[in-house]
T-cell receptor, first 116, second 115 residues
């Protein structure tokens, strides 16, 4: 089966531009997560969805960030306008939540964003 | 709140050396514990897990034992290979059900294995 698919893998843009990152979760998974990874702050949870509904967006840094999940097989993370401090690797992950503890998340390969 | 503390990296070893990466945690209740690995240019992937005290998780030669008395989950491997070079993340999940997401990651430890 295909894993979590993210695009683009690399994005270089100028400050002030809009950036859209895309994610296709593993088919059948009911949870989708967006993480940001930087050297300074490590791995940060931005937002997560359950059955396409945003559950917790308290990790979204500010109003410039927004995320949507219009259907079970697609999600976007948008930054508008972008700033240099948004430079990071953005990961999408999905999970099938049955019973038992959280733990097995399946991560995509990430989108490396550089804002000049 | 829940937290995970990992040893600071980077860790540099020669091939076939013994590896230990320390991980301690603070959590309410009875957490499950995990190690994730991130190879260069890739996302994180689950390496091993333990869901109750004294459980030992193991995979690919790596082991970690859930020690409730010391609130620790140290990662070990007897003989590392160059291909083990990666970033290793300790994580905990403090719930045993429900739909609210609760997975706390440590900051990660970079391991470099030289031939």
């Amino acid at each position: 089966d295909a894993g979590v698919i993210q695009s683009p893998r690399h994005e270089v843009t100028e400050m002030g531009q809009e950036v859209t990152l895309r994610c296709k979760p593993i088919s059948g998974h009911d949870y989708l997560f967006w993480y940001r990874q930087t050297m300074m702050r490590g791995l940060e949870l931005l937002i997560y969805f359950n059955n396409n509904v945003p559950i917790d967006d308290s990790g979204m840094p500010e109003d410039r960030f927004s995320a949507k999940m219009p259907n079970a097989s697609f999600s976007t993370l948008k930054i508008q306008p972008s700033e240099p401090r948004d430079s990071a690797v953005y990961f999408c992950a999905s999970s099938l939540r049955l019973t038992g503890p959280w733990g097995e998340l399946f991560f995509g390969e990430g989108s490396r964003l550089t804002v000049l | 709140g829940d937290s995970v503390t990992q040893m600071e990296g980077p860790v540099t070893l020669s091939e076939e050396a013994f590896l230990t990466i320390n991980c301690t945690y603070t959590a309410t209740g009875y957490p499950s514990l995990f190690w994730y690995v991130q190879y260069p240019g890739e996302g994180l992937q689950l390496l091993l897990k333990a869901t109750k005290a004294d459980d030992k998780g193991s995979n690919k030669g790596f082991e970690a034992t859930y020690r409730k008395e010391t609130t620790s989950f140290h990662l070990e491997k007897g003989s590392v290979q160059v291909s083990d070079s990666a970033v290793y993340f300790c994580a905990l999940s403090a719930d045993s059900g429900g739909s609210n997401y609760k997975l706390t990651f440590g900051k990660g430890t970079l391991l470099t294995v030289n031939p």
